[in-house]
């Protein structure tokens, strides 16, 4: 059984001079459009600019000046180099008329040190379920090592 050839390829045979021109053309006028493209990485442009709240940011940006970070982050092989290059620059870019604050280290152990704070609601209850189920069973003589284990017996026994 003899396949039919679709008719643009057979276009492109019969014509391929003429095709590759339209194509060029085609290319070449993608490439001119592209090329007027902009990216606005601004995301309150993209707020409605009557809203109040909108011309309020605008009038801090005014009174302040712009709002913008930017994020480096510095990988290396031995954790003490990245450190040790990563707190050189930020003291070399610090001192730069245009940078108001560098935050070169995140502050991990204040975070660690009060992780407690940080727990979801479902999260407690679920902590006091388990310290109330841990106090019932050792009013009936579980070792509070054992607690968790008690869970599979049978509650009549």
Do not use: C
């Not at 007027?36 to 009557?50: G, I, V, Y």
């Not at 109040?52 to 990988?75: A, D, H, W």
């Not at 245009?98 to 975070?111: A, L």
């Not at 019932?136 to 026994?157: I, Q, R």
Request: without cysteine.
């Amino acid at each position: 059984m003899k396949r039919e050839l679709p008719k643009l390829y057979q276009l492109g045979l019969a014509f391929p001079k003429t095709v590759l021109l339209v194509s060029f053309l085609v290319t070449l006028l993608s490439v001119i459009a592209v090329s007027k493209l902009t990216f606005n990485s601004d995301f309150a442009s993209l707020l409605p600019q009557k809203t109040e709240s909108v011309r309020n940011l605008n009038q801090m940006e005014k009174s302040f000046g712009s709002y913008g970070y930017v994020v480096l982050t510095v990988e290396g092989a031995k954790n003490e180099v990245a450190e040790d290059f990563a707190k050189r620059l930020a003291d070399v870019v610090g001192k730069l008329p245009e940078i108001d604050y560098v935050d070169y280290v995140r502050p991990v152990q204040f975070f660690k040190d009060r992780q407690w704070f940080y727990l979801e609601m479902e999260d407690l209850q679920e902590i006091e379920r388990r310290i109330d189920r841990s106090l019932e069973l050792e009013t009936k003589g579980v070792s509070p090592v054992f607690n968790d284990l008690m869970d599979f017996a049978d509650e009549s026994d």
